[in-house]
């Protein structure tokens, strides 16, 4: 059990002197880039990753940004439209806010 915790310190310290003095370079670049998927560094989401190895709840937690990463935000969601422009006739109507 101890394992789990010393190993990814060990690792967690190695990446902290690597990215404080900049050598290598490459290896510097690779920790300190944000992955695509998550948008979350390396060193976060192994982190994260054990914290769902103790604590169960926290999957829910990392699911849930997932989603919140694809749904789309639409500001105007479910009002009628202000705006109306019509290309074909070259008009374009704006309704003012009551």
């Known amino acids: ?5 010393i190993v ?4 967690a310290s190695i990446r902290h002197l690597v990215v404080r003095s900049g050598r ?4 510097c670049r690779r920790l300190t880039t944000r992955s695509r998927s998550s948008g ?29 990463l694809v749904l789309r935000d639409d500001d ?3 009002a009628p439209p202000r705006i109306g422009i019509d290309l074909d006739g070259g008009t374009a ?6």
Not at 24 to 27: A, E, I, M, R, S
Not at 93 to 98: D, K, L
Request: glycine fraction near 8%.
């Open 24 to 27: 290598p370079g490459w290896l």
């Open 76 to 78: 105007h969601a479910g």
């Open 8 to 11: 990814p310190f060990t690792l």
């Open 93 to 98: 109507v704006v309704q003012q806010q009551r």
């Open 40 to 68: 979350l560094g390396l060193g976060a989401t192994a982190t994260e990753e054990l914290h769902v190895f103790f604590n169960a709840n926290k999957r829910v937690q990392i699911e849930q940004r997932r989603t919140q």
């Open 1 to 5: 059990m101890a394992v789990l915790v």
